[in-house]
T-cell receptor, first 114, second 113 residues
Framework: EAGVTQFPSHSVIEKGQTVTLRCDPISGHDNLYWYRRVMGKEIKFLLHFVKESKQDESGMPNNRFLAERTGGTYSTLKVQPAELEDSGVYFC????????????FGSGTQLSVL | AQSVTQLGSHVSVSEGALVLLRCNYSSSVPPYLFWYVQYPNQGLQLLLKYTTGATLVKGINGFEAEFKKSETSFHLTKPSAHMSDAAEYFCAVSGYNNNDMRFGAGTRLTVKP
């Protein structure tokens, strides 16, 4: 069974550019989460999809971040325009349920904004 | 609201020695507690979790953790470290659902031969 996959694994962009991160969850997992870890600090929640609907986006930093989940399958997280403070590792996770269910994580996208 | 503090961003032990990674939590509701591990170039994997019931929880790879409500702690232990245990470990706490989950800053474990 394929796990959660994220693309790209690394991205280096300049301030002001646009970057799109992609996450493919485990097949059949309705719940998809995005997290971010900045500079070795704690992993912070960004948002949660149930199928194609945003269940909770309270962790999104600002309106430069846009997440979508077309057809309830893969998800994208777009940062436009990118700022220096957006650098970090972006993790995607999926689960079957969302009541404290086991999360399956992707290996993350390391984003560096120069 | 939930929060987690992991004491020590780096821990180094010798192979065969006891592993002790510390985690203290704060929660406004009865907590669910987790330990995740991240090996190099991989995603986080669940080691173990506490929900209700027995306070000593056994996980994969010989790890265990004990929920101590009076101390608001959920420390991770392993009696004898192995080289393959070298990784970063994250403690997490949640309340009613995964959206409440809060992670600590992580502890990087180094195992010396």
């Amino acid at each position: 069974e394929a796990g959660v996959t994220q693309f790209p694994s690394h991205s280096v962009i300049e301030k002001g550019q646009t970057v799109t991160l992609r996450c493919d969850p485990i097949s059949g997992h309705d719940n998809l989460y995005w997290y971010r870890r900045v500079m070795g600090k704690e992993i912070k929640f960004l948002l949660h999809f149930v199928k194609e609907s945003k269940q909770d986006e309270s962790g999104m930093p600002n309106n430069r971040f846009l997440a979508e989940r077309t057809g309830g399958t893969y998800s994208t997280l777009k940062v436009q325009p990118a700022e220096l403070e957006d650098s970090g590792v972006y993790f995607c996770a999926s689960s079957q349920g969302w009541a404290n269910e086991k999360l399956f994580f992707g290996s993350g996208t390391q984003l560096s904004v120069l | 609201a939930q929060s987690v503090t992991q004491l020590g961003s780096h821990v180094s032990v010798s192979e065969g020695a006891l592993v002790l990674l510390r985690c203290n939590y704060s929660s406004s509701v009865p907590p669910y507690l987790f330990w995740y591990v991240q090996y190099p170039n991989q995603g986080l994997q669940l080691l173990l979790k506490y929900t209700t019931g027995a306070t000593l929880v056994k996980g994969i790879n010989g790890f265990e953790a004990e929920f101590k409500k009076s101390e608001t702690s959920f420390h991770l232990t392993k009696p004898s470290a192995h080289m393959s245990d070298a990784a970063e470990y994250f403690c997490a706490v949640s309340g009613y659902n995964n959206n409440d989950m809060r992670f600590g800053a992580g502890t990087r474990l180094t195992v010396k031969p």
